[in-house]
Structures are given as C-alpha cells and as structure tokens.
C-alpha cells in the first residue's frame, strides 16, 4: 500500500508550481515573449559577481574533497564559523557555530526546525498571507498550522486575533518578514506586541513557544526599511535563512538554520535541530556552496532593480483601478483581484496571457499574488493587458 498522504501531494502540485508547468507549456505554443508569467519568486537579477569569481577559484585552486566530499552533517565548521561571525557583527545576537546548521534552503531549514519542535498533535501558527507550503511541512512533522488573520489594508499582526489563536498545545509560531506573498515588512511595534504576547502565553502554560523566523528576504527591502531580527525581540527564537534570494541563487538551495543562544536549553533545541535533520536525511548541505558561501559573506544582489519593478507594476495597477498592496521588501504584489473569486480572476487573466496566483491557500481569499523578479520589460509589455482587464471588470 501507498502513504494516501505522500500520494495526494505528489499528484497534486502547489498552485504556484502548476502554474509554473502551465506556463511553460504555453510558451512553448505560443513563444515565450507572448506569455506574461508572474506565478514564481525566480530572481532574474543576476548574482553578485563575487559568486562566480568564488566558484572559479575555488575549483581551479581547492581539492575535490573539500569541494565535492562530505562535510560535517551540521555543515562545514569554517562555514558556521563564518556565518555566525556575520551574524554577530550585523546583530550583536551572540551565536557561535555551534548554534548553526547548514540546510538545503530555506524549506529543509523550515522542515527540520520543525519536525525538531513538534510532537504529534502539536500546533503551530502562521500568520495570514503565509507561503502555501508551511501547511505542508506543519502536518508532515505530525502538527496541525493554525492561521492568524491580519489587519485589514496594512497587513501587520492582528495581536488580538494572534492571541486567540495560541493554546496550550501551541509550540510554534512562523514569522516571514519581509512576506511571502504580500511584500510587508513587519513594524517593530508589531514585532515587539507579538513577543509579548508570547511571553505572556508561555507564563500561562508553562512551556516554551518556538518562534520561528523564516528570512529568505530580508536583505530584499526598500527605502531604507530596517527589517528587525527578531532573537534580539524573544529568547525562544529559531532563524531560517536562505541565500537563495539574496543572491540569487534559488537552483543552488544553500540556507541555514541558527538557533538564539539564549532560547531554554538551547542546546537542547540544537541537538534536536541536528536529530531532525538527521531523521530527515538533510546531512551535509551541498559541499561546493557552503564553501561558496563562507568566500562571498557580505555580498547581495542590486535590489534597485527590484524597486524600480515594483514601482513600474504597482504605479501601473494602482492607476487602473487595481487594490495593491504597497510592498518594501521581497519581490511580490498583493493585489486584490477584481472580483471576490481570485481563481474566477485568475482564469479570466489566463485568457490575456497573464499568470498570477490565486491567493487562497495563501490563508487569504480574494487576493493573487504577481511575483515581479522578472525581467523589467516583460512588466512594460504586460501592462497593456493588465489594463484591459480591469477595463472589462468596468463594464
């Protein structure tokens, strides 16, 4: 017999990758300049050139085994040596290497810390829009994802509904800022309500509650935005880091988890991190772009250009009439879709060549997402089709 549950997500994408299949088989009808697909958060800006210099040198002048060969499980020592050097000197937040585990992105990082934390039965909340696979990894570490509902217009925590969402059986909490799909940045005020409130629960069930911060963007922010590191709010804090979008480097999946120093038995919580990982068969993260990594330490993508996508689209959208959500950071537009059904929209924007994702498994109904890390041109030459769009939802 087959796992039903391992059978029904293999037969059954993520919207945003069928939407990504979909695209390619209509580009290839049709040629790939005629089809606007903004379904996926795949950088077009090129990495730093730091990477490829790294990657030169490293094979031309390093052995095959460092290279090639297996690391430690938790990742080359130099590597995490490197990583929490860096973090120390941006965030004063005390970790060693001995606090980071070198992971395949920031999925396997999320799925470790996870399967890590939870005991079956388990919950752990997420705040709404959230990226549609954390229900995925929740329910395959044997826990139940219990969403928050935001704001309304900003998008920041709703602490009042946040607060009753927490049980006594409540062990996580995922924080994604900059956000994935909506582009927000959480507010430092909004940060710090949050933290009390999980101090408080904590108190009054006598547990520890995880927050886990998921930061694949947080080098991606505009306008001079600071993004708060949250160990420095709250104790109990697990950070899950990707390169894969600050240097665009997604193919490459290279990420790492870093557990606070001062979370309750923080050693505990990182033997538990190298035990799922483990479990999980996530030992030694690719050996080529850990050592990759620790010689380009510093470096990032140019996020000007994302900006001036980001103003080309939401400028555009804003002035025909569209409801969007002003991002400062990542590369995503929220944006309300035209009528209450965001899959009605979404087909009826298929048929104008445009690809964007319906938001619902997003924990947020009558909104799509447009990922805009595309090339600039291929958002001049969708605008035309944007805007008879909504000029058919007028009449």
Do not use: W
């Given at each position: 017999?087959?796992?039903?549950?391992?059978?029904?997500?293999?037969?059954?994408?993520?919207?945003?990758?069928?939407?990504?299949?979909?695209?390619?088989?209509?580009?290839?009808?049709?040629?790939?300049?005629?089809?606007?697909?903004?379904?996926?958060?795949?950088?077009?800006?090129?990495?730093?050139?730091?990477?490829?210099?790294?990657?030169?040198?490293?094979?031309?002048?390093?052995?095959?085994?460092?290279?090639?060969?297996?690391?430690?499980?938790?990742?080359?020592?130099?590597?995490?040596?490197?990583?929490?050097?860096?973090?120390?000197?941006?965030?004063?937040?005390?970790?060693?290497?001995?606090?980071?585990?070198?992971?395949?992105?920031?999925?396997?990082?999320l799925t470790i810390s996870l399967r890590a934390l939870l005991n079956e039965g388990d919950e752990c909340?997420?705040?709404?829009?959230?990226?549609?696979?954390?229900?995925?990894?929740?329910?395959?570490?044997?826990?139940?994802?219990?969403?928050?509902?935001?704001?309304?217009?900003?998008?920041?925590?709703?602490?009042?509904?946040?607060?009753?969402?927490?049980?006594?059986?409540?062990?996580?909490?995922?924080?994604?800022?900059?956000?994935?799909?909506?582009?927000?940045?959480?507010?430092?005020?909004?940060?710090?309500?949050?933290?009390?409130?999980?101090?408080?629960?904590?108190?009054?069930?006598?547990?520890?509650?995880?927050?886990?911060?998921?930061?694949?963007?947080?080098?991606?922010?505009?306008?001079?935005?600071?993004?708060?590191?949250?160990?420095?709010?709250?104790?109990?804090?697990?950070?899950?880091?990707?390169?894969?979008?600050?240097?665009?480097?997604?193919?490459?999946?290279i990420g790492y988890i870093a557990v606070s120093p001062r979370a309750q038995d923080s050693q505990k919580?990182?033997?538990?991190?190298?035990?799922?990982?483990?479990?999980?068969?996530?030992?030694?993260?690719?050996?080529?772009?850990?050592?990759?990594?620790?010689?380009?330490?510093?470096?990032?993508?140019?996020?000007?250009?994302?900006?001036?996508?980001?103003?080309?689209?939401?400028?555009?959208?804003?002035?025909?009439?569209?409801?969007?959500?002003?991002?400062?950071?990542?590369?995503?537009?929220?944006?309300?879709?035209?009528?209450?059904?965001?899959?009605?929209?979404?087909?009826?924007?298929?048929?104008?060549?445009?690809?964007?994702?319906?938001?619902?498994?997003?924990?947020?109904?009558?909104?799509?997402?447009?990922?805009?890390?595309?090339?600039?041109?291929?958002?001049?030459?969708?605008?035309?089709?944007?805007?008879?769009?909504?000029?058919?939802?007028?009449?």
């Open positions: 017999m087959l796992n039903e549950k391992m059978y029904a997500l293999g037969n059954k994408r993520s919207i945003i990758r069928e939407i990504f299949e979909y695209c390619k088989s209509r580009a290839g009808e049709i040629g790939p300049d005629k089809v606007f697909d903004f379904s996926i958060g795949n950088p077009s800006v090129e990495p730093p050139k730091e990477i490829s210099e790294a990657i030169i040198d490293l094979v031309n002048n390093e052995s095959s085994v460092l290279l090639h060969g297996y690391t430690s499980a938790q990742g080359d020592l130099g590597v995490r040596q490197a990583i929490a050097k860096e973090i120390n000197e941006k965030f004063g937040a005390g970790v060693n290497e001995n606090s980071i585990y070198m992971t395949c992105g920031a999925a396997a990082s909340v997420a705040f709404a829009p959230f990226f549609t696979e954390y229900r995925v990894f929740v329910e395959n570490a044997g826990g139940k994802l219990v969403v928050s509902t935001p704001m309304e217009k900003t998008f920041q925590v709703d602490v009042r509904d946040l607060e009753s969402k927490i049980s006594e059986k409540t062990r996580a909490i995922i924080m994604n800022s900059p956000n994935n799909p909506s582009g927000v940045v959480y507010s430092e005020e909004t940060i710090k309500a949050v933290c009390k409130v999980l101090e408080k629960k904590q108190r009054e069930y006598g547990n520890p509650i995880y927050l886990i911060a998921d930061e694949p963007y947080r080098e991606l922010v505009f306008d001079d935005i600071k993004v708060p590191y949250l160990m420095n709010y709250y104790d109990n804090t697990i950070v899950c880091y990707s390169y894969s979008k600050a240097l665009s480097l997604p193919g490459e999946r919580v990182y033997l538990a991190v190298c035990g799922a990982g483990r479990s999980l068969g996530y030992v030694c993260a690719p050996s080529l772009f850990q050592q990759v990594i620790k010689r380009t330490i510093g470096a990032k993508v140019d996020v000007n250009i994302y900006k001036e996508n980001r103003d080309i689209l939401y400028n555009a959208l804003t002035e025909y009439g569209y409801e969007c959500v002003q991002p400062d950071g990542a590369f995503y537009l929220f944006v309300r879709a035209l009528e209450d059904d965001a899959y009605k929209f979404f087909e009826k924007a298929k048929q104008k060549e445009i690809l964007v994702v319906p938001c619902d498994d997003f924990g947020v109904s009558g909104y799509v997402r447009i990922a805009y890390c595309v090339d600039k041109q291929r958002i001049v030459n969708a605008l035309p089709a944007f805007k008879s769009l909504a000029e058919e939802y007028k009449k």
